[in-house]
């Protein structure tokens, strides 16, 4: 059973399109993640949900922005799409967010910018 | 700020032991993970450890964890093709996690 689902799979954009990828979660999990992780590289956090709290990394371009409507949904914007925000987006979501809650990630969504 | 290492390769033969290295530096960190990700898909967590135990064990995984020297490490018993993936380890740091570079497995028969 899906737990963590990421739709599409794989997305194509154009150089400056906006694009969005969809997320979302059958757990009910308070804090909702969203990690980029480019090829040969670990994931990197851009931001997460904590409820309706929005945290954002202080390194995360401003050209990347979330929406979360309710729980189970997250939305990551990416509003003028470069060459080099190709990469694999994962979400992930955990119970409470606290040091000792695991987290449990989508499959990914795998960006391709022409 | 915090700086989780990991070897870049390991290759091993079908069978045999693999044991997948990691050290990392936030000595507060209270559980330390490992995830695995196959091919073009998502992070699947594989097991952790509490930081005030040594050892676990998960059926072919055991997990060593020496917190003086901050080293975490991953051993695979009877290592099998269905193995071969990128192994990272993690640390929690408040609510994310920090992620090593990642090793890669590869079996060979």
């Known amino acids: 059973d899906a737990m963590v689902i990421q739709n599409p799979r794989y997305q194509v954009t154009q150089f400056g399109k906006p694009v969005t990828l969809s997320c979302s979660q059958t757990?009910?999990?308070?804090?909702m993640y969203w990690y980029q992780q480019k090829s040969s590289q670990a994931p990197k956090l851009l931001f997460h949900?904590?409820?309706?709290?929005?945290?954002n990394e202080a390194d995360t371009p401003d050209n990347f922005q979330s929406r979360r409507p309710n729980t189970s949904f997250c939305f990551l914007d990416i509003r003028s799409p470069g060459l080099g925000d190709a990469a694999m987006y994962l979400c992930a979501t955990s119970r409470e967010g606290v040091r000792q809650e695991t987290q449990y990630f989508g499959p990914g969504t795998r960006l391709l910018v022409l | 700020g915090e700086d989780v290492e990991q070897s870049l390769f390991l290759s091993v033969r079908e069978g045999d032991s693999s044991v997948i290295n990691c050290t990392y530096t936030?000595?507060?960190?209270?559980?330390l993970y490992w995830y695995k990700q196959e091919p073009g898909a998502g992070l699947q967590l594989l097991t952790y450890i509490f930081s005030n135990m040594d050892m676990k064990q998960d059926q072919r995984l055991t997990v060593l964890l020496n917190k003086k020297d901050k080293h975490l490490s991953l051993r695979i018993a009877d290592t099998q093709t269905g193995d071969s993936a990128i192994y990272f380890c993690?640390?929690?740091?408040?609510?994310?996690?920090?992620f090593g570079t990642g090793t890669r497995l590869q079996v060979f028969p």
């Open positions: 993690a640390e929690s740091e408040t609510d994310k996690l920090i």
């Open positions: 936030d000595s507060s960190s209270t559980y």
């Open positions: 757990l009910n999990h308070n804090v």
């Open positions: 949900y904590y409820d309706k709290d929005f945290n």
